[in-house]
């Protein structure tokens, strides 16, 4: 069974710029979580899909930063424009069940650089 | 507020045992998790406590003491390949759903020969 993806692995960009990134959950998994661990810091949740409906949002820093699960499939998280602050690796995790109380499984994130 | 404490870095000796320790202080509280992460690679499952006692799972093992806020992950007959962070995570509990984890910063092993 294939685990979650994530692309890119890396993303170098220019402030301001825009950036799309992209996670494809195992297949079947209903929850889609975005995290994000910014250099020295713990990992830090983000947002969680059920489906293709928010459940939480509560970890987004800022409206810079847009996530769609459209079709409740794969989720892109979107930066726009993109700050110095957003360097980071972000994670991408999924999990089985409506509830969803089981383990997350994670991908193995998407380095982003702003320079 | 939220806070995980773990310790930042420890060694151990190939074939020792070694205890990681987690406090935690949380709003809410749906269970506790202990992932491994190799530098550059996703975090991966390890064990998964959300009553008191002790969880065997071959050679690791995790505990947790919800009145104390306490879970320690314990390492048995260590391997290089254990030389790796070890990630503590409580699941919180929100009104519209149970699944957010909050992580701990990381504690980093490193096994020597």
């Known amino acids: 069974e294939a685990g979650v993806t994530q692309f890119p692995s890396h993303s170098v960009i220019e402030k301001g710029q825009t950036v799309t990134l992209r996670c494809d959950p195992i297949?079947?998994?209903?929850?889609l979580y975005w995290y994000r661990r910014v250099m020295g810091k713990e990992i830090k949740f983000l947002l969680h899909?059920?489906?293709?409906?928010?459940?939480?949002e509560s970890g987004m820093p800022n409206n810079r930063f847009l996530a769609e699960r459209t079709g409740g499939t794969y989720s892109t998280l979107k930066v726009q424009p993109a700050e110095l602050e957003d360097s980071g690796v972000y994670f991408c995790?999924?999990?089985?069940?409506?509830?969803?109380?089981?383990?997350?499984?994670f991908g193995p994130g998407t380095r982003l650089t702003v320079l | 507020g939220q806070n995980i404490d773990q310790p930042t870095e420890m060694t151990a000796t190939e074939g020792a045992i070694v205890q990681i320790n987690c406090t935690y202080q949380?709003?809410?509280?749906?269970?506790l998790f202990w992932y491994q992460q190799h530098a550059g690679e996703a975090p991966t499952f390890l064990s998964y406590?959300?009553?008191?006692g002790l969880e065997e799972k071959g050679r690791f093992s995790s505990f947790l003491s919800r009145s104390k806020g306490y879970s320690y992950l314990l390492l048995k007959e260590l391997q290089m390949k254990d030389s790796a962070s070890y990630l503590c995570a409580v699941r919180d509990r929100w009104s519209g759903g149970y699944n957010k984890l909050i992580f701990g910063a990381g504690t980093r092993l490193a096994v020597h020969p």
């Open positions: 297949s079947g998994h209903d929850n």
């Open positions: 406590n959300v009553l008191d």
């Open positions: 949380t709003s809410g509280f749906n269970g």
């Open positions: 995790a999924s999990s089985q069940g409506v509830a969803g109380a089981t383990e997350q499984f």
């Open positions: 899909f059920v489906k293709e409906s928010k459940q939480d």
